[in-house]
Antibody, heavy 117, light 109 residues
Framework: QVQLQESGPGLVKPSGTLSLTCAVSGASISSGNWWSWVRQSPGKGLEWVGETFHDGRSNYNPSLKSRVTISADKSNNQFSLKLTSVTAADTAVYYC??????????WGQGTLVTVSS | EIVLTQSPGTLSLSPGERATLSCRAS???????LAWYQQKPGQAPRLLIYAASNRATDIPDRFSGSGSGTDFTLTISRLEPEDFAVYYCQQFTGPPSMYTFGQGTKVEI
């Protein structure tokens, strides 16, 4: 059973950097799957942020590409998300997930990040 | 950029009834790339259907998916109380990879 757990600050100041980590258990980050971040603004739908592979490759949503970095940490079996220059529009529940071919099979429980001064 | 339009926005039904949810893509894609998720309040989405018509692990057979090209359908044959939730379709495109979600359909009592 794959388990994913998001962690990081729940409050980030405007213009600051949002940093989250997703700890993976029950599977290896080097297993051959891609690993994704998805966010959901309060009361809204789902938005894919991007994905990473253990070899350093990443893909990002074009709408966020200039501000996002997603990377894998093989030694700690986790992957991370950094989003710079945040505004109130980045307030959301952030989910990490494990890809399976062309869909997202396993999801973390999500963590709420609020952007506010 | 692909856009997924789900209809209706809200579906009001009773337990035991049949639910039919639609997902229309702005451009044609492989059915292998179309998935459906269920999300209940305060919970993460759960994968229901992948490759348009394949049930994910432990998903009851009252859930079924169909469609191809630009038109896809999720059917719940007989609604159980636990099925009242929001349902999202998702399409993969690439390279480079991009996952696009529809805006969701709420199935309510």
């Amino acid at each position: 059973q794959v388990q994913l757990q998001e962690s990081g600050p729940g409050l980030v100041k405007p213009s600051g950097t949002l940093s989250l980590t997703c700890a993976v258990s029950g599977a290896s980050i080097s297993s051959g799957n891609w690993w994704s971040w998805v966010r959901q603004s309060p009361g809204k739908g789902l938005e894919w942020v991007g994905e990473t592979f253990h070899d350093g490759r990443s893909n990002y949503n074009p709408s966020l590409k200039s501000r996002v970095t997603i990377s894998a940490d093989k030694s700690n079996n986790q992957f991370s998300l950094k989003l710079t220059s945040v505004t109130a529009a980045d307030t959301a529940v952030y989910y990490c997930a494990r890809n399976s071919k062309w869909e997202l099979m396993w999801w973390g429980q999500g963590t709420l990040v609020t952007v506010s001064s | 950029e692909i856009v997924l339009t789900q209809s209706p926005g809200t579906l009001s039904l009773s337990p035991g009834e049949r639910a039919t949810l639609s997902c229309r893509a702005s451009q044609s894609g492989s059915s292998s790339y179309l998935a459906w998720y269920q999300q209940k309040p305060g919970q993460a989405p759960r994968l229901l259907i992948y490759a348009a018509s394949n049930r994910a692990t432990d998903i009851p057979d009252r859930f079924s998916g169909s469609g191809s090209g630009t038109d896809f359908t999720l059917t719940i044959s007989r609604l159980e109380p636990e099925d009242f939730a929001v349902y999202y379709c998702q399409q993969f495109t690439g390279p480079p990879s991009m996952y696009t979600f529809g805006q969701g359909t709420k199935v309510e009592i």
